[in-house]
């Protein structure tokens, strides 16, 4: 069974930096695509960056350039670097693990809240 314990989360004012880390384990962490999401109140739940197997990676659009993702094979962790934070970044974040046969698993999310 796969399992992922999110850490990083917190309160931090706009323009602040806070890095998100997920640990995985009952999986061969390097066969994954990983992903963030973050679900605001009243919002659907959001990629906000995701990364292959191979390394490539992906971000929405109000992200790029400002967070970036990235994962320890070694410790079977990814990382989200959040840069410049800003109110809208406020939401849970949720790690996801899509493993190599296709199944989903999530985190339990953290929260992220930056304010003004």
């Known amino acids: 069974q796969v399992q992922l314990v999110e850490s990083g989360g917190g309160l931090v004012q706009a323009g602040g930096s806070l890095r998100l880390s997920c640990a995985a384990s009952g999986t061969i962490f390097s066969l994954n695509a990983m992903g963030w999401y973050r679900q605001a109140p009243g919002k659907q739940r959001e990629l906000v960056a995701r990364?292959?197997?191979?390394?490539?990676?992906d971000y929405t659009g109000s992200v790029k350039g400002r967070f970036f993702i990235s994962t320890d094979n070694a410790k079977s962790t990814v990382y989200l670097q959040m840069n410049s934070l800003k109110p809208e970044d406020t939401a849970v974040y949720y790690c996801?693990?899509?493993?190599?046969?296709?199944?989903?698993?999530w985190g339990q999310g953290t929260q992220v809240t930056v304010s003004t």
């Open positions: 996801d693990c899509r493993t190599w046969n296709g199944n989903d698993y």
């Open positions: 990364i292959s197997p191979t390394g490539s990676t």
